[in-house]
């Protein structure tokens, strides 16, 4: 039993080993680099409101709501994102909390991703604030560092911003080093170097170490990264699965993750034709809510907000109408339900059969941990946390609000288990992406 123990894990550990060797010796010689916005919406509000320079800043919501951003000078009292403000100004009394202004923070980002989108070819837009670059075989040309350096000093010249990037053979040490160097600076580990760059720092600051992953590995005596590169890979996975190779992959410096092409989604929409045309308003409007509430945990998922809704019915003589307002941005349900039910009841006048209903997000953007930039609380984070954890863990289904229950879309009560027939005859799910792509869950050859 021992003999076979052993067999196994040695079995396990040589695979991880050969997997690492062959991914650095393949990967080795690539040159990502990740570029980061400094406290990208208060260098924004300052850009906007010079008084605001050399203060303590905090970006959030009202006195219930929670930390969106804060300045490093604020930090230095123990503030961070996602904290609730009350806790905050408990921190740091002299702070001065402004309301972030989420227009100019998307049209100053679009500013930085066309800067980069002009001078290179291969580009991932991870968040607001965030971008990978993969400058791989730009070395014959130029040097690859001095590229980047130029890049960096030509976004702080001509949009204002701060910006900080590190530069290494892949994401994860890329990411470590931004890091390391904020506010406003530069740095690039040289292939080979990883391990010894990362063995020194938290194992807090390898990226997919959250606050529950921590507190166990810190309950297990592991505090460094050196600790973990030293472990068994075996005994990592023991403890936290499939999580556990990763974390110990990338605190070993391998990550063979590409840099993802950058496609904006301007819109994702869905909309249903009836079985038979109708005029029940009630049943309408049951069916928007369980449309909205779908969309939005796409938009929640996708770590984006929406800052435009609109509404469209089409009447059985096919007379099409669509009608769209302008909204904060959010992807919370109870907003949104909300605009949509406003929208329903202005387009809805001529008393006539309805054909088909559908709703639509667009103005998309991401959002990060944000759900509602000017309106969340510590109880709708939690809520809307807790609601799409048992969504992504017993399936779409089994959470909905009781409105859209009877006339769920997704063809499942979970109160009493049984399996519905869907609404309409057909449901299509539309993503739009800003190169004019379309991607559809139906078929074309439905009438749009
Ligand atoms: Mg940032």
């Known amino acids: 039993m021992i003999f076979l123990k052993r067999v196994r894990y040695n079995r396990l550990y040589c695979n991880h080993y050969i997997d690492c060797i062959i991914s650095m010796a393949q990967l080795s010689d690539r040159q990502i680099v990740h570029m980061d916005l400094d406290c ?3 260098s924004v509000s300052r850009l906007l409101h010079p008084e605001l320079n050399n203060k303590p800043v905090i970006v959030g919501g009202g006195e219930r709501g929670v930390v969106a951003a804060c300045s490093y000078e604020t930090r230095r009292y123990g503030v961070h994102s996602a904290m609730p403000i009350r806790q905050a100004k408990r921190l740091c009394p002299e702070a001065v909390i ?3 202004d989420y227009d100019a923070y998307s049209s100053h980002s679009d500013m930085v991703n066309e800067i980069i989108s002009e001078k290179v070819p291969l580009y991932e837009r991870s968040s607001i604030d965030e971008f990978y670059i993969d400058f791989t075989g730009m070395d014959r040309f130029f040097g690859s560092y001095k590229f980047a350096t130029e890049l960096r000093q030509c976004i702080i010249r001509e949009t204002g911003l701060p910006i900080s990037f590190g530069m290494s053979a892949n994401k994860t040490v890329s990411k470590v080093a931004t890091d390391e160097v904020k506010p406003n600076n530069q740095m690039k580990v040289d292939s080979g170097e990883e391990k010894f760059f990362l063995a020194p720092l938290s194992v807090r600051k390898i990226p997919m170490v959250g606050e529950k992953t921590y507190t166990l590995l810190r309950s297990m005596g592991v505090e460094k990264v050196k600790t973990v590169q030293e472990m068994p890979v075996e005994l ?3 403890v936290l699965g499939e999580n556990g190779v990763s974390i110990w992959k990338k605190s070993n410096g391998i990550d063979p993750s590409p840099v993802e092409p950058y496609h904006e989604q301007k819109s994702m929409s869905t909309e249903e034709t009836f079985e038979q045309d109708t005029i029940d308003v009630q049943r309408m409007k049951h069916i928007l809510i369980a449309m909205t509430e779908k969309l939005c945990f796409r938009l929640r998922s996708e770590r984006k907000l929406t800052a435009c809704v609109a509404v469209k ?17 959010t992807s919370c349900d109870h907003t949104l339900i909300k605009y949509v039910k406003e929208l329903f009841e202005k387009l809805f006048h001529r008393r006539l059969l309805i054909r088909l209903i559908g709703v639509k997000f667009s103005h998309l953007i991401g ?13 709708i984070i939690n809520l809307y946390q807790a609601m799409d ?7 779409e289904d089994k959470i909905q609000r009781a409105a859209a229950l009877s006339f769920s879309l997704r063809g499942f009560n979970p109160f009493n288990g049984l399996s519905k027939s869907p609404v309409g005859k ?19 050859n439905t009438e749009i």
Do not use: W
């Open 389 to 395: 954890k048992m969504r992504l863990r017993y399936g």
């Open 98 to 100: 402004i309301r972030g």
């Open 367 to 379: 959002g990060g941990h944000q759900i509602n930039l000017f309106e969340d609380s510590e109880e």
């Open 426 to 444: 057909q449901t299509r799910d539309t993503l739009l992406l800003a190169d004019g792509d379309v991607k559809t869950s139906a078929p074309d």
């Open 40 to 42: 990208f919406f208060v």
């Open 313 to 329: 019915i089409r009447y059985s003589n096919f007379d099409t109408h669509t009608m769209q307002c302008r909204i904060p941005y």
């Open 236 to 238: 990592m996975e023991n």
